[in-house]
């Protein structure tokens, strides 16, 4: 397998024909992430895994969106995008990975907004994301494959379509998100906050990409408060309401996402427990006491 990968990195004009290094980087659940350093800088590779149509990535769309944030001085810049080797090369990124304890950091939550805003104020990406629509096909998968959901899991989906309905009062214009913001696609050069890995990245509402960070972060009510007020400058009860209910359906879609990879993928990664803790946040939360309380307010005129 490394004989085949070192043929395919010498088919790409960057990296191939000159003395090369190759490490694998930790992280990624669906790729293979190395970096290559060569003579004339340093690249990170990132090798496709398994079926990405079975979980909703577009390949053509991850290497466009990756462009344009790069062009939006947001995100890594492109080298090369080879389909038929199944490899997207970017520059390296010199700078620390964020782990969820740092969003506690003073002054850290207003960075985040900040690189959240840059990349959603950037050119359109292609393609849209919304989390109901994916969470509908990727139900479909898991029941036409027999595959296990969680116990109790379709009890929740009048409170889901719920969510649903109040969202589309104050629907705002969708803006290029990443979609997928976990602490480890955040890279901390000490002057500016990077994101990075684009696979899941299209036009979406604001208030999913910054629910989700909540739900993949671990920020808790204060956090979240303080997050929205430094996205958009205010404090708009609406918009934390509609953070807060956007971070539920983040935790009830991806939820499945965990339950495809758990029979699918080749990874050595217990998807099974990442799938179950994202159900049990968006379970615990579609029960709260405060449910009633986020679907009142997100249609209120702040």
């Not at 205010?234 to 918009?239: A, E, K, M, T, V």
Request: hydrophobic letters at 35%.
């Amino acid at each position: 397998m490394e004989d085949e990968l070192e043929r395919k990195l010498d088919e790409i004009p960057a990296l191939g024909g000159r003395p090369r290094t190759v490490e694998d980087l930790s992280g990624g659940l669906t790729n293979r992430n190395l970096k290559v350093t060569t003579p004339d800088g340093m690249f990170v590779v990132r090798c496709f895994k398994g079926d990405g149509t079975l979980l909703g990535i577009d390949r053509d769309a991850e290497h466009r969106n990756t462009a344009i944030a790069a062009e939006g001085g947001v995100g890594a810049p492109v080298v090369a995008y080879r389909q038929d080797l199944g490899m997207l090369v970017i520059g390296f990124l010199s700078g620390t990975t964020l782990e969820n304890a740092d969003f506690a950091r003073p002054g850290m939550l207003a960075r985040v907004a900040d690189s959240c805003r840059r990349l959603h104020n950037g050119g359109r990406f292609v393609g849209d994301f919304d989390m109901f629509e994916r969470q509908r096909g990727y139900l479909q998968i898991v029941r036409d494959k027999g595959f296990a959901l969680p116990g109790g899991y379709e009890s929740y989906d009048d409170r889901f379509q719920a969510v649903r309905e109040a969202l589309t009062v104050r629907q705002e214009r969708t803006v290029p998100c990443n979609n997928d913001l976990l602490a480890g696609n955040f890279l901390d050069d000490g002057v500016r906050l990077w994101l990075i890995d684009y696979e899941y990245s299209g036009n979406n509402d604001a208030c999913f990409e910054l629910g989700n960070l909540t739900t993949e972060c671990g920020l808790d009510t204060d956090q979240v408060e303080e997050l929205v007020v430094a996205y958009y400058g205010r404090r708009l009860r609406n918009r934390i309401a509609r953070t807060g209910l956007q971070s539920l359906v983040s935790a009830y879609g991806w939820s499945l996402w965990g339950v495809i990879q758990a029979e699918v993928s080749d990874i050595e990664y217990d998807f099974t427990s990442w799938g179950m803790e994202r159900f049990e946040k968006a379970a615990a939360g579609f029960r709260s006491g405060a449910f009633p309380r986020l679907l009142e307010e997100v249609r209120r005129d702040d």
